[in-house]
């Protein structure tokens, strides 16, 4: 079952700003996690607020199959996680996790929550005395206190060291998982670890929705494959992986911008265009160096040390890859490299 | 020798109360010195020196002893005149004013008045201010209207107050002119924008996610402000308030015009009485019995403002004011 779908059209003008427009749909099923993921200003932020009633839009917002667009805020049942906490600072944890609570027939019990987030020991507390990780615990706690229809979370790991965003993100995942959830990140390893569908978005619009497996693994666009992490590689500039590609396919023409290759994701080559044709991506972690019987030779540029792996960047042609290695290689020595053809997508 | 940094380091050692203390109290001896031989002018020349050598001794930097010897000199017009002020009254005329049931109702009413006007100002600035802070059309043009009781001399204030709200103006039903009404009316005139503006700074300062915050978890607007945003903006109206309430007393020239004496219910006696606003019975005074006398009744008016406006002070810190770092 739908658990939201929001379909948002509207332009946004702030002081100073060009106006924003920002077209984009997003449906999901109950109990599901749905990532907006985007850069900055990709209009993520905005789609969520819009979502969640503070901005007026011609479109459609639905949750369970009530249409709720001309709800305020306050009747439409979500909770919201900010990523500047926006805790009450004049009230204790406590009284900011109960807040929403008298405005609901049901609600959830907030020593519990606090209890289950591990910072019961903070009840008594005020907001400004806490630190990010424990404002956000709180923050959490008070949105799911109301028993919310939809959790809407907008960057809520972003404004928090590693080790505390880790531990967050881990706790994110558990508490979410029987909750319908919109979070919004630019963080590609966040989306990866809780989505169970992404939407990615650029410029206000949608560019590519699918399962983490088919927005990581099959880009549909270069900008999707850069943010992803993946290597885009140009392949007008690297004739050898071109070579390389057509001849283990047999076609010449596969990869000159006729449109089709043997690696196409889904047979969705027509829609993508001759221009995009040119492109590749693949990720780091697949391809392989040091094969006996490699792709193509590549000049080791730059090894930067990644906690139990190294991160190489590596010339041919006119382009460089990223790939890891377990054991580095040393900087300005050549090693092969083999591009897996099954982990190899047109984009 | 000893750098700058280590210079500030000793200092700050010392601890700044300490210092503020110690600073005070040489400025009061060298004025009670210059005064008592009958030359205040050193004591001029004094407080220029004395800065610029404590800006010199706590930061050592030209630019500080500069901005702090050119600030001193603006301590000297506002607060020379005051000492003077002060040490120049009679105790004996004082104390005789201040026993005397006339000055009482001035007092009374130089209190009671303002404090009616700053009210009238918060109940209706503060919805305002809210607007204001949220922004809408046509913003610039309802700004400019309630910051040009800031530059209309205010004479012309009471004037425009007669010809909005007196005979043959908007509500004939209600007297202004020499009535409680009026008087507020007029005061409220010229202290309105005090209470807009602190409260509007302290509006815009909540971050509008707070406000979101509480819409989506349920609280309506009413509720809203009623729980976040008005608690959080409470030190602001009272600050516009008290700023309000202190225009309000010495407001002279549109009292003067609208209300020069009225006749109000005075609860120590029990009965209705009629009197002046306190600038205007000080200046009545001033050209009836002199500069001394007015004096008396001007030193007892200031004393009274001074004590609530520390009252209010006092009650409404949270401990965050702070000076040089």
Same mark, same amino acid.
């Given at each position: ?39 900055? $200003?990709? $209009? ?10 503070? *901005? ?8 369970? $199959? ?10 439409? $049942?979500?909770?919201? &996680? ?7 600072? *004049? ?9 929403? %609570? ?47 229809? &939809? ?38 390893? %966040? ?36 943010? %992803? ?9 690297? *004739? ?24 196409? *994701? ?37 090894? &930067? ?6 991160? &190489? ?35 | ?28 001896l060298a004025f009670t010195a210059a005064y008592s031989v009958g030359q205040p002018t050193w004591y001029a020349y004094f ?36 000492f ?33 006007? @700053? ?78 503006? @602190? ?59 609208? @209300? ?66």
């Amino acid at each position: 079952m739908t658990g939201l779908t929001a379909d948002i059209r509207s332009t946004f003008t702030a002081d100073g700003a060009e106006p924003f427009t920002v077209d984009a749909a997003i449906e999901v099923e109950s109990d599901e996690t749905c990532v907006v993921l985007g850069p900055s $200003g990709s $209009g993520k932020t905005l789609l969520l607020e819009t979502v969640a009633g503070f *901005h007026e839009h011609a479109g459609v917002v639905m949750t369970n $199959g009530t249409d709720i667009t001309e709800r305020p805020p306050e009747k439409r $049942g979500f909770g919201f &996680v900010f990523q500047d906490y926006a805790l009450f600072p *004049h009230m204790t944890v406590r009284e900011n996790v109960e807040y929403g %609570t008298r405005y609901r027939e049901s609600s959830r019990d907030a020593d519990e929550l606090l209890s289950e987030l591990g910072v019961a020991h903070l009840a008594e507390r005020n907001p400004p005395t806490l630190s990010g990780g424990e404002k956000q615990r709180v923050a959490l706690a008070r949105a799911l206190a109301i028993r919310p229809s &939809v959790m809407l979370l907008d960057e809520p790991l972003a404004a928090l060291d590693v080790p505390t965003r880790q531990a967050l993100r881990d706790d994110l995942a558990d508490v979410l998982a029987d909750v319908t959830a919109v979070h919004v990140t630019h963080n590609r390893t %966040t989306a990866r670890a809780i989505a169970d569908r992404i939407v990615v978005m650029q410029d206000g619009q949608v560019v590519q929705r699918g399962t983490p497996e088919d927005v990581f693994e099959r880009p549909q666009s270069p900008m999707v494959a850069r943010f %992803t992490g993946s290597n885009v590689i140009d392949l007008s500039a690297a *004739h050898t992986l071109r070579r390389v590609l057509d001849d283990d396919t047999g076609s010449q023409a596969r990869f000159d911008g006729s449109g089709r290759s043997p690696f196409d *994701h889904d047979g969705e080559a027509d829609d993508i265009g001759t221009d995009a044709a040119d492109h590749v991506a693949i990720r780091p972690e697949a391809i392989r160096l040091d094969d006996a019987d490699g792709d193509l030779s590549a000049t080791v540029e730059r090894v &930067v040390r990644e906690d139990a792996t190294n991160r &190489v960047t590596l010339a041919f042609d006119d382009v460089t890859v990223e790939a890891f290695a377990s054991s580095p290689p040393v900087v300005g020595t050549e090693t092969s490299l083999t591009f897996p053809r099954d982990r190899v997508h047109r984009c | 020798m000893a750098t700058g940094t280590e210079r500030r380091l000793e200092i700050s050692a010392v601890g700044r109360t300490p210092l503020v203390i110690a600073f005070v109290v040489v400025q009061a001896l060298a004025f009670t010195a210059a005064y008592s031989v009958g030359q205040p002018t050193w004591y001029a020349y004094f407080i220029v020196g004395s800065t610029a050598v404590t800006a010199y001794a706590l930061d050592g930097t030209s630019f500080t002893v500069a901005t702090a010897t050119a600030g001193s000199l603006l301590m000297v017009a506002l607060g020379l005149p005051l000492f003077m002020f002060v040490a120049r009254q009679t105790p004996s005329l004082v104390v005789e004013k201040a026993l005397n049931p006339d000055v009482h109702r001035v007092l009374y009413l130089g209190v009671y008045g303002p404090l009616l006007a @700053a009210l009238l100002s918060l109940l209706c600035g503060v919805p305002l201010a809210h607007l204001l802070a949220k922004g809408f059309s046509g913003q610039p043009l309802v700004e400019s209207l309630v910051d040009l009781p800031l530059v209309v001399p205010h004479s012309v204030a009471g004037i425009i107050v007669l010809f909005g709200f007196g005979e043959g103006g908007a509500f004939p039903q209600f007297s202004v002119l020499g009535t409680m009404i009026g008087m507020v009316l007029a005061m409220a005139f010229v202290s309105a924008p005090y209470a807009v503006n @602190a409260s509007r700074e302290a509006f815009e300062a909540i971050d509008e996610r707070l406000e979101y915050a509480s819409r989506v978890h349920g609280a309506n607007k009413w509720e809203t402000f009623r729980r976040v945003t008005g608690p959080l903006a409470v030190r602001g109206m009272i600050t516009g308030g008290v700023l309000a309430w202190a225009r309000a007393v010495s407001e002279f020239g549109a009292v003067a015009v609208v @209300a020069y004496s009225v006749t109000f219910f005075y609860p120590f006696a029990g009965e209705e009485v009629t009197t002046k606003h306190a600038p205007v019975f000080v200046y009545n005074t001033y050209l009836q019995g002199g500069l001394e006398e007015s004096g008396a009744v001007a030193f007892l008016l200031l004393a009274v403002s001074a004590a609530i406006f520390l009252v209010v002070r006092y009650l409404t810190d949270d401990g965050t004011a702070g000076g040089m770092p």
